[in-house]
Structure formats: structure tokens, C-alpha cells
């Protein structure tokens, strides 16, 4: 998608968490087309615990003239050693002449050999036939010769593709209804969102009945985007009764949709539907008030079914439940209604100056500890100090000092880094170390910064998200400022005072309690 670039390391984390939702697959990329999803590929088996889904490989059909087996790209995609692929492979007559610039029997034997090829190294192999409705319309005789090439040489399931985008539900229901009654397969369908019908084409697929829906979370993809996964798999299982994911996993819709995104460092999109923070918000005081006696009069669902919470603007009963159940999940006591709306009202303040709790729910945790009363002995900052300096060589280092007070002494640290951030948390750790050890456990995952503001310049309000791990849990949390140090500054703390809450909770020290 134009404007969205991910590391390797995003795709990896992006790749854990959709696994949450129970899908069966993931796509991961092409190994041959460029280095990144190479190195995805090679760090996969290592890196990723996946609990539902399988990793699949995309490539594409052999090139004209030469043998699957003497393909170079083929023979890349063979070595990411995954247990599915994707080949893509043309169905439309015209790109077989204008893109491919080759004979449409060639076309044929490329689908057919490639098919063959990797199922002797894959345990499934799934064929995407690119433009496949536009191809359908065009030579449907050829378009049905194209899948039978697939078909016939063993591929698992048949994907028909509307890569341009431009089909209307009606036009996708009447030919998958046309293609399966005369070639019965497992029939997928893949669906970019060009006229704003990815997601109603997707599901008349399923009603013509196709097995296989493929998506992006968010709908992020080419162009307009892709089919959007997590509508789709809440319309699947709450409107249409296909149990594809479990409920629980259904309730987790919203949080990895939020997760996707800001690792994508991407804004999310509050009018999304099921998951958007606004998707289930009541602004005019008809539907405030109405909601607030009985949801289902202006809510299709319950929100909660897709992780999401109702949203009253403007009124003291807004994310009251919502607040309520957290805190009782983490036994905090909020059970004074003073309390509870003091919470609701710092978080009302917080996010009016660019906080995001979605994405920092350690932050938020700790924010509902502070609510009831309690406050962090793990140590006190008594002020911290960063210089950055630029020698006559052009170099650039930073270095940091850190005063603070634990286990009863005063300590001053100092440490120097690749930035100013990095500078402040080596200080930190090290003041740190020698009184709570577990923290040698504790590293920064992710960093991302995102400009509330830009129009200011300069001096415009920062929002940094910090992801910390202790390599067996991931937790974020947020700073705010119009300075990008303090922000960060702000994340950094409470990723540590999080970090050690549980630590200590967990080994029983009952530091901090």
C-alpha cells in the first residue's frame, strides 16, 4: 500500500499477532522478489510460535520457455521451506498477450507445470488466478481452461481474483455460481476494493460457495485496498453463522486490527467498521440517550463480541462498563462511582491531548492503579539530563544522566547511546540493575513516533509508543509532549515500572504492591 513500509521485524510481529485471531494461514511474502522477505522467510521457523495459522510462500507461474525445476524464482521459493504456497498465474486472454507477451497455450503449460512442480514440495498449493472475473468476461472459455490447468495438476484451491477491483456482489455471485457448477473444486476468492465492494464481494463468494476468503487486516493493499479480514470474519460468524474463528477470537478483532496499525505506524481508522474506535460511538443526544437504557436500539451488535466498546460522547456514562471491567479484570478496586468517573475523565482528557490507549495497555493499566490509589515505590526520579553532541568529524552521540532513589539509596547514572532515547534507557537500567536484577530480562522491542500536529512545525506534539518485552510477553505503553524526549521519556518509565509490577508479582517479592 502506497505510504506503508514494514521491517522485517514489523512483519514478524504482525505475522504473531493475526496468528491470535485463529486464521488458517498467512501469507508472509515473496521470497524471490526482494531481500526483506527473504530474511522473513529465513528468521520465520526461529522467531514465530504460531498456534493456528500455517505460513505460505507467494510466487508466481514458471517464466515462458523454461522448465518449473530450472526456475530461479521457483527454485527461491521452494528454499523458504514453508508447508503451503500461493502462485500467481494469468486467467485474463489479454494480459497473457500484452503482459505476459506470450501464447495463451504457453500460458497454460505455465500454470499446469508450476502446479505440478511444487506439490512435489509443498503440502498444499493454492493458485490465485489474477483477473480472473475481468478474464471470465472477456473468453470465458479460456478463463475455465486456465483453472482446469491448475485444477488437474493438483492444486489444493482455486483462487478467483478480482485484482482490478471493478465487480459489483451480483456480477461475483453469478460467475462463481457459473465457474463451480462447471468445475466443482475448493473455490477461494481474493477481492481488491476499487468500487468499495471487497468485503460484500467476498461474502457472495461465500454465499456462492466458495471455502476460501483471502484479506488484509484493515483492507490495507494496493490502490483502494484489499478485502478487509476483520469485516469479514465478523460478518462470517456473526451474521452468517460460519464458526471459521471462535467467539473469543472474534473478541480480539479490535486489539490486533489497532495493533496492526500502529506497527504499521499508520493511524487508525476510526469509522472502521466492528473494530473503529468510532464504530460503535453516539454522538446526538436521540441516540446517547437511548443506547444508554438499551444498546440494540442503535447497535447492530454488542461491541464487546468484537473487542470494541460503546462510546457515549459528551456523557459521564462514556466507557464506564468498559473501565469497570478492566479494572475488575486486574483486581484493581474502583468501586467508589467517583473513582470510576474520575477515570473516565482523565482518560477523556489524555486522549483529548493525543493519547492512544489501543495501542498502550500497559500504560493504561497502571493509569487504573493510580486511579485507586496506588503509586510505584520501585524507585523515584529525582531529573534526568541529555546532551547530544556533533563533533568536528561529524559524528553525533548522545549521552544521558539519570538521578533517582531505590532501595534506599540516592544514585546518579550515566550512559551514552546511538540517540538521546537510547542514551536515557542504557542510564536507566544501569541505575537500576543492582536493585531489581530482573530487569536484565526487560528490553524495548519497538519504537515509533507520530506527529499529532505537523502543521505547527517544530514545535508540534509528539506521541511516542514504546513495545517492551521480557521474552515471554509484549506490553506498550505512551508518552505525549510537544518535546520528543520528554514523550519518550514518559513511555520509557512506565514500561519499566509495568515491567517490574509484574516481575515482582510473579516472583513474589511484592516489591511495589
Known amino acids: 500500500m502506497e505510504g506503508l513500509t514494514l521491517t522485517v521485524d514489523d512483519k514478524l510481529r504482525i505475522a504473531q499477532k493475526i496468528d491470535e485471531l485463529g486464521v488458517q494461514y498467512i501469507e508472509g511474502g515473496w521470497p524471490g522478489s526482494n531481500p526483506k522477505d527473504g530474511e522473513f522467510f529465513a528468521r520465520a521457523p526461529q522467531e514465530l510460535r504460531l498456534k493456528h495459522a500455517k505460513l505460505v510462500t507467494f510466487s508466481s507461474t514458471r517464466r515462458a520457455g523454461v522448465t518449473a525445476g530450472k526456475d530461479p524464482n521457483l527454485r527461491i521459493t521452494v528454499g523458504a521451506a514453508t508447508p503451503v504456497v500461493c502462485i500467481v498465474g494469468k486467467s485474463w486472454d489479454l494480459h497473457v498477450r500484452e503482459a505476459l507477451r506470450t501464447t495463451l497455450d504457453e500460458n497454460l503449460k505455465m500454470v ?27 473468453n470465458p472459455a479460456y478463463a475455465m481452461r486456465v483453472l482446469e490447468a491448475a485444477a488437474s495438476n493438483g492444486a489444493d484451491c482455486i483462487v478467483l481474483c478480482d485484482t482490478n477491483g471493478g465487480c459489483l456482489p451480483n456480477e461475483v ?135 470494541n466498546v460503546r462510546h457515549l460522547v459528551v456523557s459521564e456514562l462514556s466507557g464506564k462498563a468498559t473501565i469497570t471491567v478492566k479494572a475488575r479484570e486486574l483486581g484493581v478496586d474502583l468501586s467508589e462511582e467517583k473513582t470510576v468517573g474520575g477515570v473516565i475523565r482523565k482518560v477523556k482528557e489524555l486522549e483529548h491531548l493525543g493519547y492512544h490507549f489501543e495501542a498502550a495497555d500497559a500504560s493504561f493499566e497502571l493509569l487504573l492503579r493510580r486511579s485507586s490509589g496506588w503509586e510505584q515505590e520501585f524507585f523515584a526520579i529525582e531529573s534526568f539530563r541529555v546532551i547530544v553532541e556533533n563533533d568536528a568529524n561529524g559524528g553525533v552521540s548522545s549521552e544521558a544522566t539519570v538521578k533517582l532513589h531505590a532501595g534506599g539509596r540516592r544514585i546518579i547514572s550515566t550512559a551514552e547511546g546511538n540517540g538521546p532515547v537510547n542514551a536515557l534507557d542504557a542510564a536507566l537500567r544501569k541505575a537500576l540493575l543492582d536493585t531489581y536484577p530482573q530487569l536484565a530480562q526487560i528490553k524495548l522491542a519497538d519504537y515509533k513516533v507520530r506527529i499529532l500536529n505537523e502543521n505547527v512545525g517544530t514545535s508540534a506534539t509528539t506521541r511516542v509508543l514504546i513495545e517492551s518485552s521480557d521474552g515471554e510477553k509484549e506490553w506498550g505503553t505512551i508518552g505525549v509532549s510537544d518535546n520528543i524526549v520528554d514523550a519518550s521519556w514518559e513511555a520509557l518509565i512506565d514500561g519499566y515500572v509495568y515491567g517490574l509490577l509484574h516481575k515482582t508479582t510473579v516472583e513474589g517479592t511484592g516489591a511495589g504492591q
Open 112 to 138: 499446469g507445470d508450476t502446479v505440478k512442480y511444487l506439490k512435489r514440495h509443498f503440502d498444499e498449493v493454492f493458485f490465485d488466478a489474477e483477473h480472473f472475473f475481468d478474464g471470465f468476461k472477456n
Open 173 to 307: 455471485a453469478s460467475i462463481v455460481t457459473q465457474v463451480s457448477s462447471a468445475m466443482p473444486a475448493a473455490y477461494g476468492i481474493h477481492c481488491h476494493n476499487d468500487t468499495d465492494c471487497a468485503v460484500a464481494n467476498s461474502l457472495a463468494a461465500v454465499e456462492a460457495g466458495v471455502v476460501h476468503v483471502q484479506g488484509a487486516m484493515n483492507g490495507y493493499g494496493e490502490r483502494c485496498g484489499n478485502a478487509n479480514i476483520a469485516s469479514i470474519a465478523a460478518d462470517l460468524v456473526l451474521k452468517m453463522g460460519r464458526e471459521v474463528i471462535t467467539p473469543a477470537q472474534v473478541a480480539n478483532l479490535a486489539g490486533v486490527a489497532h495493533y496492526v496499525a500502529e506497527t504499521c505506524n499508520l493511524t487508525p481508522n476510526p469509522q472502521q467498521p466492528f473494530v473503529g474506535t468510532s464504530a460503535f460511538a453516539h454522538k446526538a443526544g436521540l441516540h446517547a440517550s437511548a443506547v444508554a437504557r438499551r444498546r440494540d436500539l442503535y447497535e447492530h451488535i454488542d461491541p464487546a463480541l468484537v473487542g
